[in-house]
């Protein structure tokens, strides 16, 4: 007879599963409602970019009758960039028309969708809680979490809730990667990518500012990534991950010389290189979408291999460059993830 535990651990699973597995069904605005947008977070630069291309006197028709309304503009006590920034991007984002509220529960009252844009990844789970409650699609920003477990957690909470939710770095939209994706050069065989890589104590070392060249890799690799490994010095970071079939992507993190965002595809038909960064209007364009169809633009399982690879290229690091296997980092965090949800309920 199984135990209690046991079950409890099967049905987590097999929620985790279906959010990885199918959309969300729910939380579609339609395509002729205007739509009144919240943000939750003004430490990062983003939100006024956001901003500004939303809330712009002629906007762009693939993002027209999507304004910013409402902001909640709570920073990181604990992270110095984060708490200067606050002041100087609330009183940006007041001029350009929105309105500051006190609460997150305030502000779901007041908007139709959410961006939840805290630069911070730690306090993402407790944010978008509120938010899902409320039955508001949300992108959350990168990184989507300060961990692995808060990651899986967020969906599952989604995927419950019926919300969908959709996270991306802009570095997905970086010229001739969607393209890639669709088939520009054939079947993909590997990709290398490359981005800055600052460290933030309080996060995993490649979810600050590695991501966007993490991204930039799985956009063109896709799901599949089996074992990760990884070369760490001072300024560098060589992270290896070997997909089915064989394949191979590889990300290069940069915190001395000359940076950048790019890389190079290896595919059937051609080589092609990545880049130039097109900026945040292709981002912002998939955001609009997604809340007026709520389809998220990248999947669930995406996002969270993502996020995966990048905590196992920390246990690499612990075990000295050893390969660790994407499914046990995913197995281990799952576990984690069920028992902080039921603390949070």
């Known amino acids: 007879m199984q135990s209690a ?17 199918v959309g969300f069904g729910g939380g579609a605005i339609g395509a002729d409602k205007e739509i009144r947008v919240g943000i939750i977070g003004l430490d990062t630069s983003h939100v006024i970019a956001f901003t500004k291309v939303l809330n712009a006197p002629e906007p762009a028709p ?16 604990d992270i110095e960039s984060s708490v200067v920034r606050v002041p100087g991007y609330t009183k940006q984002i007041k001029e350009l028309g929105v309105e500051i509220v006190d609460s997150i529960p305030e502000l779901v009252k007041r908007v139709d969708a959410v961006l939840l844009e805290t630069n911070d990844g730690r306090p993402h789970l407790e944010q978008v809680l509120p938010v899902l409650k409320a039955g508001k699609p949300v992108f959350i ?7 692995l477990t808060d990651a899986i957690a967020i969906f599952a909470a989604a995927k419950k809730a019926n919300v969908p939710v959709f996270s991306s770095s802009s570095l997905r939209y970086a010229a001739n990667a969607q393209e890639i994706r669709n088939g520009s050069i054939g079947d993909v065989n ?8 600052s460290l933030e104590k309080t996060h995993p070392d490649l979810f600050w500012y ?5 991204e930039l890799l799985f956009t063109v690799m896709g799901t599949g990534c089996q074992t990760v490994t990884r070369a760490s010095s001072r ?42 960064y097109r900026g945040y209007q292709p981002l912002v364009v998939d955001i609009v979408a997604f809340f007026r169809s ?46 902080k949800l039921k603390k949070l309920k």
């Open 5 to 21: 535990a046991h079950l409890s651990r099967r049905l987590f699973a097999g929620v985790v599963a279906a959010a990885l597995a």
């Open 62 to 77: 693939d993002v027209a009758h999507c304004r910013v309304v409402a902001a909640y503009p709570k920073g990181s006590p």
């Open 141 to 147: 920003d990168k990184p989507i979490a300060g961990s």
């Open 190 to 197: 590997g990709c290398n990518t490359y981005s800055p890589c």
């Open 210 to 214: 590695g991501i966007h060249g993490v």
């Open 235 to 276: 300024d560098f970071d060589v992270v290896t991950g070997v997909w089915d079939g064989g394949r191979i992507g590889v990300f290069r993190g940069i915190r001395a010389g000359k940076s950048g965002y790019g890389g190079t595809a290896f595919g059937s038909k051609a080589v092609q290189t990545l880049g130039p």
């Open 294 to 339: 709520g389809e998220p633009p990248v999947s669930s399982a995406e996002t969270l291999q993502i996020y995966a690879f990048m905590e196992a290229a920390d246990e690499s690091k612990r075990r000295g460059g050893a390969p660790v296997s994407v499914a046990d980092v995913m197995a281990k965090a799952s576990d984690r993830a069920e028992a």
